[in-house]
């Protein structure tokens, strides 16, 4: 089992970064396949980023491609999600979420995960 707590949300401007962590508990955070998952109020809990154990292999939504950036660090036991050239609509509630390697090399839809942080709001004014 793993514990994740998710940080670095915030208010920015249109066009600016931002950079989550996520920090995991348990001695096997390693065998994780580790993802990122939104929700805003109007919408249902969509996919962003997700990385294999190794770091490896990266997968994104659409959405995001070529502006978000998801990594880990097996040794500090963390993910993060750099997030570049915000926008709007990226306004949203932002969970770490993970699912035992052994189960999917990376997971990219969000019933696939098993574990979830409790979130960290991350808002884009326009």
């Known amino acids: 089992q793993v514990q994740l707590v998710e940080s670095g949300g915030g208010l920015v401007q249109a066009g600016g970064s931002l950079r989550l962590s996520c920090a995991a508990s348990?001695?096997?955070?390693?065998?994780?396949?580790m993802g990122w998952i939104r929700q805003s109020p109007w919408k249902e809990r969509e996919f962003v980023a997700a990385i294999n154990w190794s770091g490896g292999i990266t997968s994104y939504a659409d959405s995001v491609k070529g502006r978000f950036t998801i990594s880990r660090d097996n040794a500090k036991n963390m993910v993060y999600l750099q997030m570049n050239s915000l926008k709007p609509e990226d306004t949203a509630v932002y969970y770490c979420?993970?699912?035992?390697?052994?189960?999917?090399?990376?997971?990219?839809?969000?019933?696939?995960?098993?574990?979830w942080g409790l979130g960290t709001q991350v808002t884009v004014s326009s």
């Open positions: 979420a993970a699912v035992p390697g052994g189960v999917v090399v990376v997971a990219t839809t969000v019933s696939e995960y098993d574990y």
């Open positions: 348990g001695r096997t955070f390693s065998s994780y396949a």
